[in-house]
C-alpha cells in the first residue's frame, strides 16, 4: 500500500470546491476511452457491501435526438410526471422551499430572466430535455429491487465521476428533469421494467462564454447542518 499523498496537497479538495452544474457546452467531443476512463473512475466510489449499484447509458445519433423530441413533446404536453422514485418532499418545507427559490434565481438571473418570464424559463427548462447540447449525453439508471441506500451508493458514484470529468477538464450536469417521464425513456432505449430511471447526465467541455454558465448557488454555513455533541 503506498503512503497516502499529504492531504493538503490533494486536488481533490479544488475540484470539490469549484465543480459546479454547467449547462452550455462547446461541440468538442469527448473520446470514447475518457469516458470509459471517467466512469472506470466513478466506479472507485465506495457502497454498501461493494455492490456498485446502477448502469450508465450514452445515447447518441439518432437515438439521442428521438428521445429528446419525445420527452420534449412529453412536457410541453403536460403529460403527467411519473417518476420511479420519489425526491422532492410535498409540500415542500420553507426551508427548503427558500434554497429551491434561491437556485433558481441563481439559474434565471444568470441569464437575465425573471420570475414572471415564463416563455424565458420554458426555453431554459426545456434544454434540460436535449442535456443542453452537451457531446456526451448519459442516462443513469438503477435495479428497482435495491433499496434506498443503494440510491446512496449511486449518487457517490455520480459526484465521483463530475469530479473526476472536471479533473479531465470537463464539466456535467446532472439531469433529475429527465426522470419525469421514466416509461418513455425505457421505451426509447428498450430498457426492461426492472430499471428505475435515476437522471440524465450531460458532460463536455464547458462554453466559457455561455451566461448560463455563470450561474453560481450557495451553500449554508457549516453550523446550519452540523453539530457536536459530548
Ligand atoms: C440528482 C440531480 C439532479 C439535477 N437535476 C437538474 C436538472 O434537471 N436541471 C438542471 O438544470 N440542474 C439540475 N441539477 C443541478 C442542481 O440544480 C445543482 O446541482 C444545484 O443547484 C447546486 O448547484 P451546483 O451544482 O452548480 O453547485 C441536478 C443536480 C442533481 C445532483
Redesign the pocket.
Known amino acids: 500500500m503506498p503512503d497516502l499523498p499529504d492531504m493538503h496537497a490533494l486536488p481533490a479538495l479544488d475540484l470539490l470546491q469549484e ?5 452550455a457546452f462547446l461541440p468538442t467531443p469527448v473520446a470514447d476511452e475518457t469516458l470509459q476512463d471517467l466512469l472506470r473512475l466513478a466506479r472507485r466510489a465506495p457502497s454498501g457491501a461493494n455492490l456498485q449499484p446502477g448502469e450508465f447509458i450514452a445515447v447518441r445519433g439518432a437515438a439521442r435526438e428521438r428521445l429528446s423530441q419525445r420527452l420534449t413533446q412529453a412536457w410541453r404536453d403536460g403529460e403527467p410526471a411519473r417518476e420511479d422514485y420519489s ?1 422532492f418532499p410535498q409540500p415542500m418545507p420553507g426551508l427548503l422551499r427558500r434554497r429551491q427559490v434561491a ?1 433558481a434565481q ?2 434565471y438571473g444568470a441569464i437575465g430572466v425573471g420570475r414572471e418570464d415564463r416563455p424565458g424559463r420554458d426555453a ?2 426545456g ?2 430535455f436535449r442535456f ?1 447540447d452537451a457531446p456526451v449525453a448519459l442516462i443513469v439508471t438503477i435495479d428497482r429491487s435495491l433499496g434506498t441506500g443503494c440510491y446512496m451508493d449511486l ?1 457517490m458514484a ?2 465521483a465521476l ?1 469530479l473526476a470529468a472536471q479533473a479531465h477538464g470537463l464539466a456535467s ?7 419525469s417521464w421514466p416509461d418513455l425513456i425505457r421505451a426509447e432505449l428498450g430498457l426492461d421494467d426492472r430499471s428505475a430511471i ?3 447526465m450531460a458532460i463536455g467541455q464547458a462554453d466559457p462564454d455561455a451566461p448560463i454558465n455563470r ?3 450557495a ?1 449554508e454555513p457549516v453550523e446550519r447542518f452540523f453539530r457536536v455533541v459530548d
Not at 173 to 179: R, S, T, V, Y
Request: glycine share 10%.
Open positions: 465543480r459546479r452544474s454547467i449547462r425526491y437556485a441563481a439559474l431554459q427548462f434544454r434540460n443542453f449518487g455520480l459526484h463530475m450536469c446532472a439531469i433529475g428533469a429527465m426522470a435515476v437522471c440524465g450561474t453560481i448557488t451553500r
